[in-house]
Structure formats: C-alpha cells, structure tokens
C-alpha cells in the first residue's frame, strides 16, 4: 500500500506566495517521479510540475518563473513553492507518485487566490 499526503493548501490573496508538500509512504522501494497537478471548477486535471528521480523538472508554461518543484533528500517528500500567485492559480491541487509504473494520487490540497 502507498499513501499520499497533501498539505499547505489554503487562501492567499493574488501576488502571495503558498508552500505545498506531499509526503509519500508505505510500500515505496523507488519511486520514479512526483508530480503536481490541479484541477479548476468545470477543467480538467492538469499538470503544473513535475520532477523525476534524476531531479529533472518540468513546469506548466503557466506557471514557470513563479513556481519552483523540490524534493527533500530521502526522495519521498516533495514540495511545490508557489509565488507570484494568481486568482487563476485556484484550484484543487493533487500530487501524484510514480513507482515502476504505477500511479498513486492524493487527496487534493485546495488552494483559492483572491483577487
């Protein structure tokens, strides 16, 4: 079994900054990449960051610049530094772990910017 946890979600009005994390655990022998994503009312899921176990990121065009991706050393923490942020930045926003192939998605973190 493996568990994820999001956290650090919350309401921030336009231009501040929120720090998200998602904690993996359980069965986790190597886990391949985490990833953020986020889901507004009425769209689809998409993706916003993406780091693979060889540390390389991805970012949403949205967002680069203003959001930066992390990992902590033991490789099953990983953390979503949003700054800058925007009301178009509201949503519900998901981290999902990748190991040998299999995906493992959290709860979701709800994030609101006002304007």
């Known amino acids: 079994q493996v568990q994820v946890v999001e956290s650090g979600g919350g309401l921030v009005q336009a231009g501040g900054s929120l720090r998200l994390s998602c904690v993996a655990s359980g069965s986790i022998f190597s886990i391949n990449a985490m990833g953020w994503y986020r889901q507004a009312p009425g769209k689809q899921r998409e993706l916003v960051a993406h780091?693979?176990?060889?540390?390389?990121?991805t970012y949403a065009d949205s967002v680069k610049g203003r959001f930066i991706i992390s990992r902590d050393n033991a490789g099953n923490t990983v953390y979503l530094q949003m700054n800058s942020l925007k009301p178009e930045d509201t949503a519900v926003y998901y981290c999902?772990?990748?190991?040998?192939?299999?995906?493992?998605w959290g709860q979701g973190t709800q994030v609101a910017v006002s304007s």
């Open positions: 999902k772990v990748s190991i040998y192939g299999d995906d493992y």
């Open positions: 780091i693979a176990r060889s540390s390389s990121t």
